[in-house]
């Protein structure tokens, strides 16, 4: 059975930052295109940050440009995505998900077959 399980989620005030990290289990990972999504409430969820899997490719929101970093371990089967400077705005359930590669053309929510059950971030003072 695939199951993803996100981790690092937590209250921090504007400008902290969070590692949210994803452990990946079913699957390899080095197989896999991967990303990190958001949802907050009442909006429909977000693709905050997608890597290929050769890192051939990335994708980061304009919202978390420069802010927010995607990594993985492959060797680990875990995902990263380090966060600084946080906005009340990035608050909501962050999701890690895989799917298999030449998928996450766009980083949309509709392209990924595997997903976590999320963690919550809020940023808020």
């Known amino acids: 059975q695939v199951q993803l399980v996100e981790s690092g989620g937590g209250l921090v005030q504007p400008g902290g930052s969070l590692r949210l990290s994803c452990i990946v289990r079913?699957?390899?990972?080095?197989?896999?295109?991967i990303g990190w999504f958001r949802q907050a409430p009442g909006k429909e969820r977000e693709g905050v940050s997608c890597?290929?899997?050769?890192?051939?490719?990335?994708y980061y929101t304009d919202s978390v440009k420069g802010r927010f970093t995607i990594s993985r371990d492959d060797a680990r089967n875990m995902m990263y995505l380090q966060m600084i400077n946080l906005k009340p705005e990035d608050t909501g359930v962050y999701y890690c998900?895989?799917?298999?590669?030449?998928?996450?053309?766009?980083?949309?929510?509709?392209?990924?077959?595997?997903w976590g059950q999320g963690t919550q971030v809020t940023v808020s003072s």
């Open positions: 998900a895989a799917v298999p590669p030449y998928s996450a053309a766009y980083c949309r929510s509709d392209e990924f077959a595997f």
């Open positions: 079913g699957l390899s990972l080095d197989l896999y295109d």
């Open positions: 890597i290929l899997n050769n890192e051939d490719g990335t």
